[in-house]
């Protein structure tokens, strides 16, 4: 009968050696760190696509459980649905497609500051008229028209 070399089993391991069954939780840590950071860094700047000067104003933020579909309106009377362009007469039927029927879904209006008011009724009213009533218009907070700038309130 063969006998094992001496401070070895048969299968070439060493007499005491036991596998390690922890977990190494730095790496994790680290990779978990980085990633935060980055979205951090990049949550603001994916909220709105369409740039526009929004109006200064001390109004409080509104807040809300859902989020809402936001209409921009800039400069050059081009009206957008979130970050898409479309036409003032088919905004009502494309917000109905979006919403399902649901006329309870929050609106919010972003429109350039230099825009004519007459524009900013005309979209909506036809937000009213197509039967959506949770319509709200976005502002600049912090400042009034000839202060220091602010964040975008809603």
């Not at 036991?18 to 939780?25: A, C």
């Not at 790496?27 to 526009?52: E, H, S, Y």
């Not at 006329?103 to 039967?131: C, H, P, S, W």
Request: hydrophobic share 45%; proline share 5%; no cysteine.
């Amino acid at each position: 009968m063969a006998m094992a070399p001496s401070g070895r089993n048969g299968h070439g391991r060493a007499k005491g050696y036991v596998p390690m069954s922890e977990i190494n939780v730095t790496p994790l840590v680290d990779v978990m760190l980085v990633l935060l950071v980055v979205f951090m860094i990049t949550a603001p700047l994916l909220t709105a696509g369409v740039p526009v000067d929004l109006p200064k104003t001390e109004a409080s933020k509104m807040v809300g459980q859902d989020e809402p579909l936001v209409i921009t309106v800039n400069r050059d009377n081009e009206v957008f649905l979130q970050e898409t362009r479309v036409a003032l007469d088919s905004l009502a039927a494309r917000l109905r497609a979006i919403t399902e029927i649901r006329r309870d879904t929050r609106i919010f209006i972003r429109a350039d500051q230099a825009l004519a008011y007459g524009k900013v009724m005309e979209v909506m009213g036809t937000l009213n008229l197509a039967g959506f009533s949770r319509v709200a218009l976005v502002t600049d907070f912090g400042a009034t028209a000839g202060g220091a700038e602010g964040g975008e309130r809603r």
